[in-house]
Protein backbone atom coordinates (compact mmCIF):
# COMPACT_ATOMS: atom_id res chain seq x y z
CA UNK A 1 0.00 0.00 0.00
CA UNK A 2 2.79 2.35 0.43
CA UNK A 3 3.53 2.24 -2.97
CA UNK A 4 0.26 3.26 -4.24
CA UNK A 5 -0.53 5.69 -1.12
CA UNK A 6 -1.86 9.30 -2.01
CA UNK A 7 0.35 12.05 -1.56
CA UNK A 8 -2.28 14.15 0.38
CA UNK A 9 -4.27 13.21 3.51
CA UNK A 10 -7.53 11.52 2.77
CA UNK A 11 -8.61 12.29 5.92
CA UNK A 12 -9.35 16.50 4.52
CA UNK A 13 -11.59 15.05 1.56
CA UNK A 14 -13.96 13.21 4.63
CA UNK A 15 -13.58 16.72 6.57
CA UNK A 16 -14.29 18.87 3.77
CA UNK A 17 -17.12 17.03 2.52
CA UNK A 18 -18.59 15.32 5.01
CA UNK A 19 -18.29 17.17 8.29
CA UNK A 20 -17.91 20.46 7.28
CA UNK A 21 -21.22 22.27 6.82
CA UNK A 22 -20.83 26.03 5.46
CA UNK A 23 -23.54 28.10 3.94
CA UNK A 24 -23.14 30.22 1.49
CA UNK A 25 -21.86 33.16 2.70
CA UNK A 26 -20.55 32.39 6.23
CA UNK A 27 -17.47 31.40 7.18
CA UNK A 28 -16.22 28.97 9.25
CA UNK A 29 -13.23 27.81 11.39
CA UNK A 30 -11.74 24.43 12.01
CA UNK A 31 -8.80 22.67 12.30
CA UNK A 32 -7.52 19.51 12.82
CA UNK A 33 -4.36 17.31 14.51
CA UNK A 34 -3.64 13.71 13.42
CA UNK A 35 -2.81 11.60 17.12
CA UNK A 36 -2.07 8.17 15.39
CA UNK A 37 -1.28 6.98 11.92
CA UNK A 38 -0.74 3.14 12.50
CA UNK A 39 0.58 1.33 9.30
CA UNK A 40 0.77 -2.10 9.22
CA UNK A 41 2.86 -3.58 6.12
CA UNK A 42 1.90 -7.40 6.59
CA UNK A 43 -2.05 -6.25 6.38
CA UNK A 44 -1.52 -3.54 3.63
CA UNK A 45 -3.16 -1.43 6.25
CA UNK A 46 -3.24 2.12 7.27
CA UNK A 47 -5.69 3.57 10.29
CA UNK A 48 -5.44 6.94 11.78
CA UNK A 49 -7.25 9.00 14.29
CA UNK A 50 -7.71 12.70 13.82
CA UNK A 51 -8.59 15.25 16.40
CA UNK A 52 -10.93 17.61 14.39
CA UNK A 53 -12.82 21.01 16.11
CA UNK A 54 -15.01 23.82 14.26
CA UNK A 55 -16.51 26.61 15.20
CA UNK A 56 -19.68 24.64 16.85
CA UNK A 57 -18.54 20.79 17.29
CA UNK A 58 -15.21 18.55 18.61
CA UNK A 59 -15.00 15.17 16.93
CA UNK A 60 -12.78 12.15 16.75
CA UNK A 61 -12.52 11.05 13.27
CA UNK A 62 -11.12 7.22 12.50
CA UNK A 63 -9.73 6.50 8.90
CA UNK A 64 -9.40 2.71 7.94
CA UNK A 65 -7.46 2.23 4.82
CA UNK A 66 -6.67 -0.83 3.51
CA UNK A 67 -6.37 -3.38 0.62
CA UNK A 68 -9.16 -5.84 1.29
CA UNK A 69 -11.74 -8.30 -0.52
CA UNK A 70 -15.56 -8.54 0.24
CA UNK A 71 -16.29 -11.65 2.53
CA UNK A 72 -19.96 -12.54 3.04
CA UNK A 73 -20.25 -14.15 6.36
CA UNK A 74 -23.99 -15.16 7.22
CA UNK A 75 -25.65 -12.16 5.13
CA UNK A 76 -23.01 -9.83 6.76
CA UNK A 77 -20.63 -8.36 4.32
CA UNK A 78 -17.39 -7.74 5.85
CA UNK A 79 -13.96 -6.08 3.94
CA UNK A 80 -10.90 -8.57 5.14
CA UNK A 81 -7.45 -7.69 4.47
CA UNK A 82 -6.26 -10.22 1.86
CA UNK A 83 -3.29 -11.19 3.61
CA UNK A 84 -5.85 -12.40 6.22
CA UNK A 85 -8.03 -14.38 3.90
CA UNK A 86 -4.22 -15.64 2.22
CA UNK A 87 -1.61 -15.67 4.98
CA UNK A 88 0.76 -17.57 2.63
CA UNK A 89 0.55 -14.70 0.04
CA UNK A 90 3.39 -11.90 0.70
CA UNK A 91 4.03 -10.18 -2.42
CA UNK A 92 2.50 -6.80 -2.66
CA UNK A 93 1.75 -7.02 -6.31
CA UNK A 94 -0.21 -10.06 -5.63
CA UNK A 95 -2.07 -8.66 -2.61
CA UNK A 96 -2.99 -5.59 -4.54
CA UNK A 97 -4.29 -7.61 -7.48
CA UNK A 98 -6.61 -9.55 -5.40
CA UNK A 99 -7.92 -7.39 -3.27
CA UNK A 100 -9.13 -3.59 -3.53
CA UNK A 101 -7.91 -0.56 -2.02
CA UNK A 102 -10.47 0.77 0.09
CA UNK A 103 -11.01 3.69 2.62
CA UNK A 104 -13.88 3.91 5.67
CA UNK A 105 -13.67 7.12 7.04
CA UNK A 106 -15.77 7.90 10.24
CA UNK A 107 -16.81 10.69 13.11
CA UNK A 108 -17.25 9.90 16.45
CA UNK A 109 -18.84 12.91 18.39
CA UNK A 110 -16.37 14.03 21.48
CA UNK A 111 -18.23 13.08 24.39
CA UNK A 112 -18.59 9.38 23.13
CA UNK A 113 -14.36 9.38 22.62
CA UNK A 114 -14.27 10.75 25.57
CA UNK A 115 -16.71 8.14 27.21
CA UNK A 116 -14.72 5.62 25.99
CA UNK A 117 -11.45 7.14 28.00
CA UNK A 118 -13.67 7.44 31.40
CA UNK A 119 -14.58 3.60 30.74
CA UNK A 120 -10.95 2.20 30.66
CA UNK A 121 -10.92 1.73 34.12
CA UNK A 122 -13.50 -0.33 34.26
CA UNK A 123 -12.48 -1.85 31.08
CA UNK A 124 -8.79 -2.70 32.69
CA UNK A 125 -10.64 -4.30 35.76
CA UNK A 126 -13.58 -6.63 33.69
CA UNK A 127 -10.13 -7.71 31.89
CA UNK A 128 -8.25 -8.63 35.02
CA UNK A 129 -10.93 -10.27 35.95
CA UNK A 130 -11.66 -12.52 32.78
CA UNK A 131 -10.49 -15.79 33.82
CA UNK A 132 -10.02 -17.97 30.12
CA UNK A 133 -10.01 -21.74 30.73
CA UNK A 134 -6.95 -23.92 29.29
CA UNK A 135 -7.36 -23.60 25.18
CA UNK A 136 -10.51 -21.09 25.58
CA UNK A 137 -10.65 -17.46 24.45
CA UNK A 138 -12.41 -15.00 25.87
CA UNK A 139 -13.30 -11.40 24.33
CA UNK A 140 -13.90 -8.27 25.91
CA UNK A 141 -15.59 -5.64 23.75
CA UNK A 142 -16.63 -2.18 24.51
CA UNK A 143 -18.61 -0.20 21.39
CA UNK A 144 -17.22 3.65 21.32
CA UNK A 145 -19.92 3.96 18.51
CA UNK A 146 -22.28 2.58 15.79
CA UNK A 147 -19.23 1.73 14.00
CA UNK A 148 -16.77 1.49 15.60
CA UNK A 149 -15.67 -0.76 18.54
CA UNK A 150 -12.42 -2.47 20.41
CA UNK A 151 -11.88 -5.58 21.09
CA UNK A 152 -9.30 -7.56 23.78
CA UNK A 153 -8.71 -10.89 23.89
CA UNK A 154 -7.44 -13.17 26.74
CA UNK A 155 -5.91 -16.63 26.18
CA UNK A 156 -4.65 -17.09 29.39
CA UNK A 157 -5.05 -15.83 33.17
CA UNK A 158 -2.14 -14.27 33.22
CA UNK A 159 -2.21 -12.47 29.92
CA UNK A 160 -1.98 -8.66 29.77
CA UNK A 161 -4.23 -6.18 27.04
CA UNK A 162 -1.19 -5.26 25.51
CA UNK A 163 -2.95 -5.67 21.93
CA UNK A 164 -6.49 -5.09 20.79
CA UNK A 165 -8.49 -4.86 17.75
CA UNK A 166 -10.44 -1.70 16.90
CA UNK A 167 -13.11 -2.28 14.17
CA UNK A 168 -13.75 0.24 11.97
CA UNK A 169 -17.09 0.05 10.23
CA UNK A 170 -16.50 -4.07 9.46
CA UNK A 171 -12.44 -3.75 9.12
CA UNK A 172 -10.59 -5.43 11.40
CA UNK A 173 -7.22 -3.48 12.86
CA UNK A 174 -4.65 -5.06 15.47
CA UNK A 175 -3.35 -1.87 17.51
CA UNK A 176 -0.86 -1.92 20.30
CA UNK A 177 -2.99 -0.39 22.83
CA UNK A 178 -0.45 1.91 24.49
CA UNK A 179 -0.63 3.44 21.44
CA UNK A 180 -3.78 3.73 20.67
CA UNK A 181 -4.05 4.98 24.91
CA UNK A 182 -1.06 7.71 24.09
CA UNK A 183 -3.63 8.37 20.91
CA UNK A 184 -6.57 9.21 23.39
CA UNK A 185 -4.45 11.05 25.54
CA UNK A 186 -3.55 13.50 23.06
CA UNK A 187 -6.93 13.89 21.82
CA UNK A 188 -7.65 15.27 25.36
CA UNK A 189 -5.09 17.56 25.29
CA UNK A 190 -6.43 19.45 21.60
CA UNK A 191 -8.27 22.87 21.88
Known sequence: MASCAPKYNLYDYYQSHTIDQVNAGETNQAKSKLLMRDYDGKAQA????IAYKTDSAKYLVVGSQKITK??????????????EIYPKVKDEAVIRMIGDYTVYYTHISWEDATKFMEAMAGIKQAYAAMKPANGEVMYLDYAISSDVRISFAKSSPNQQP??????????????????????????RTFN
Open 162 to 187: TECVLWVGKRRHFVVTGMLMDAMNYM
Open 46 to 49: QLEL
Open 70 to 83: NVDVKGQVFQMGVS
